[in-house]
């Protein structure tokens, strides 16, 4: 019977011992550096799955709430005929939110692995997502000069086109993931091993006698061969960054007049609606999320009065905004009469926003609590590459694709073994984006890439050339003098005290 080795064609081995290379080529180096573009490409592409995967919630979430505000939508069209089409839908949108379970209003967070190499801030709540479309719904609208008769058919096309839009992407998607996970699925790795039977049942007797015709056995416990063992779902979930995004974001802030809003009681509406047919500029996105960073802040400095009235004021401008033209009077008519639905959907989204707001303060202030009870400091250990001596610099070479010496084959191999951030950095020339780079490393993986920079050639030591005819040239060579006449002070200096001490020696004991 002949044996089918077929199914070894789908190995992925990254060491084969069998490889062949040019005699003046360092095998291990090679086989290194093919290994690690393997792994790199493997993690890229479960990185890609785990984002498709996490997008494909997001938009499912997005979607239902879009349908349901479209078939909300449609199902007052006849309504809008004959009464007022900015009302009919205003009660459209409210129901639409009323009916949705305000746990399930914020997306799910990142996963581990995708917050750590996407980073940035948590997405935005679906309410603020829905405001967000519907801000770019009358703005289409706006910029079509579409007028107050046709206005509502206007909105319920523009929401079915921005679903149609979703749905188009979400299938975009779906077709992406199926073909990255086909593609992880066709090689067998080493990750794919998992235990088959791992349970081990003893039997043991009752210790009493047979009974004749027939006995019955009482089962034992299970023994357990790891009792310590504690499932992965059991472990505490890390705590969340206290900080996120990147360094270049522009800080949130709200403009001037915002901040007087924030300032206005939330339950004097009559001055709020006087202050923003006043100021209508400050009905932006930008506005409601500066004043609900003030929330936070005040929040965190325990002031709950003026955190809980500025998410208030924010949540007032979001409604507004997400209202349209005529918001403003149509939301304050509404939110001012008694018993009105809109009154009991404004105030649940404050308190549900304020206590977020509150919980997240609270864990913050007992880290840092904690963080100053056990002492500890702010920095953070880092790998980073700087000239040592006086007079020279680190200069940055990327071995070439096309060199046929040997040793540069080698280099361009470990070059592109890096990751590409690291891969960037270095091609910028920049020192300084290189060690931005490895600042986010650990310190052993730092030190394995500072090592693989060396044996690549990527990095030389070299004198640094001045040019003295530039007032910024003699600045450095004034410098640098100082640094040697320093240098040679300090050599004297314990020279002299080595001297003083065989001095002493010798009087002790001249022998």
């Known amino acids: 019977m002949p044996v089918d080795y077929s199914k070894w064609?789908?190995?992925?081995?990254?060491?084969?011992?069998?490889?062949?290379?040019?005699?003046?080529?360092?095998?291990?180096?090679?086989?290194?550096?093919?290994?690690?573009?393997?792994?790199?490409?493997?993690?890229?592409?479960?990185?890609?799955?785990?984002?498709?995967?996490?997008?494909?919630?997001?938009?499912?979430?997005?979607?239902?709430?879009?349908?349901?505000?479209?078939s909300a939508l449609q199902s007052h069209a006849d309504?809008?005929?004959?009464?007022n089409p900015a009302e009919v839908a205003f009660r459209a949108v409210m129901e639409s939110a009323a009916g949705l379970d305000p746990k399930d209003d914020m997306p799910p967070p990142r996963p581990e692995a995708l917050q750590a190499a996407v980073g940035g801030e948590?997405?935005?709540?679906?309410?603020?997502m829905m405001a967000t479309l519907l801000d770019q719904v009358n703005k289409a609208l706006d910029e079509r000069g579409v007028g107050q008769e046709g206005r509502y058919e206007g909105m319920v096309g523009e929401i079915g086109e921005h679903l149609k839009k979703?749905?188009?992407?979400?299938?975009?998607?779906?077709?992406?993931?199926?073909?990255?996970?086909?593609?992880?699925?066709?090689?067998?790795t080493s990750e794919g091993i998992h235990t088959g039977f791992d349970s081990t049942h003893i039997n043991k007797s009752s210790g009493g006698s047979k009974a004749e015709g027939g006995g019955s056995k009482e089962s034992g416990k299970v023994e357990l061969l790891n009792p310590n063992y504690t499932p992965p779902e059991?472990?505490?979930?890390?705590?969340?960054?206290?900080?996120?995004?990147?360094?270049?974001?522009?800080?949130?802030?709200?403009?001037?007049?915002?901040?007087k809003f924030a300032n206005i009681k939330s339950s004097d509406y009559r001055e709020s609606h006087a202050w923003l047919s006043s100021h209508p500029e400050i009905l932006t996105e930008k506005e409601t999320d500066g004043i609900l960073v003030m929330a936070f802040d005040a929040q965190l400095e325990n002031r709950s009065d003026y955190a809980r009235n500025c998410v208030h004021q924010a949540l007032l401008i979001q409604y507004c905004r997400a209202l349209g033209r005529d918001g403003v009077a149509l939301f304050f008519k509404r939110i001012t009469t008694p018993g009105?639905?809109?009154?009991?959907?404004?105030?649940?989204?404050?308190?549900?926003?304020?206590?977020?707001?509150?919980?997240?303060?609270?864990?913050?202030?007992?880290?840092?609590?904690?963080?100053?009870?056990?002492?500890?400091?702010?920095?953070?250990e880092q790998i980073q590459l700087h000239a040592v001596d006086p007079g020279t610099v680190?200069?940055?070479?990327?071995?070439?694709?096309?060199?046929?010496?040997?040793?540069?084959?080698?280099?361009?191999?470990?070059?592109?073994?890096?990751?590409?951030?690291?891969?960037?950095?270095?091609?910028?020339?920049?020192?300084?984006?290189?060690?931005?780079?490895?600042?986010?490393?650990?310190?052993?993986?730092?030190?394995?890439?500072?090592?693989?920079?060396?044996?690549?050639?990527?990095?030389?030591v070299e004198e640094e050339v001045i040019d003295a005819t530039t007032e910024e040239g003699k600045q450095k060579i004034k410098k640098l003098e100082q640094e040697a006449k320093e240098q040679e002070k300090e050599g004297q200096e314990k020279e002299g005290q080595e001297n003083k001490g065989q001095e002493a020696k010798y009087a002790d004991d001249p022998e």
């Open 166 to 188: 979703v749905e188009g992407l979400q299938g975009e998607l779906e077709k992406k993931l199926a073909e990255l996970e086909r593609e992880e699925a066709r090689k067998i």
């Open 9 to 70: 064609d789908a190995l992925e081995l990254s060491d084969d011992s069998d490889i062949e290379v040019h005699p003046n080529v360092d095998k291990r180096s090679f086989i290194r550096a093919k290994q690690n573009q393997i792994h790199q490409q493997r993690q890229e592409r479960k990185l890609h799955i785990e984002q498709y995967k996490y997008e494909r919630i997001v938009n499912n979430g997005l979607i239902s709430r879009i349908s349901g505000l479209l």
């Open 79 to 83: 309504e809008a005929k004959t009464k």
């Open 234 to 259: 059991a472990l505490p979930a890390p705590s969340e960054r206290e900080e996120g995004g990147d360094d270049d974001d522009e800080e949130v802030t709200a403009s001037p007049a915002a901040v």
């Open 340 to 380: 009105h639905k809109a009154q009991e959907v404004f105030y649940k989204d404050v308190q549900d926003t304020y206590m977020k707001i509150k919980n997240r303060s609270r864990e913050i202030n007992l880290q840092r609590a904690k963080d100053e009870a056990e002492g500890k400091g702010e920095g953070v």
């Open 394 to 460: 680190i200069n940055i070479r990327i071995p070439p694709k096309d060199s046929e010496d040997l040793d540069v084959q080698v280099g361009r191999a470990i070059f592109e073994s890096f990751t590409p951030e690291m891969q960037k950095a270095l091609e910028t020339g920049s020192l300084e984006e290189v060690n931005k780079v490895l600042g986010k490393m650990s310190v052993e993986d730092a030190e394995e890439v500072v090592g693989k920079l060396s044996e690549s050639g990527c990095l030389s």
């Open 122 to 128: 948590p997405l935005p709540s679906y309410t603020k």
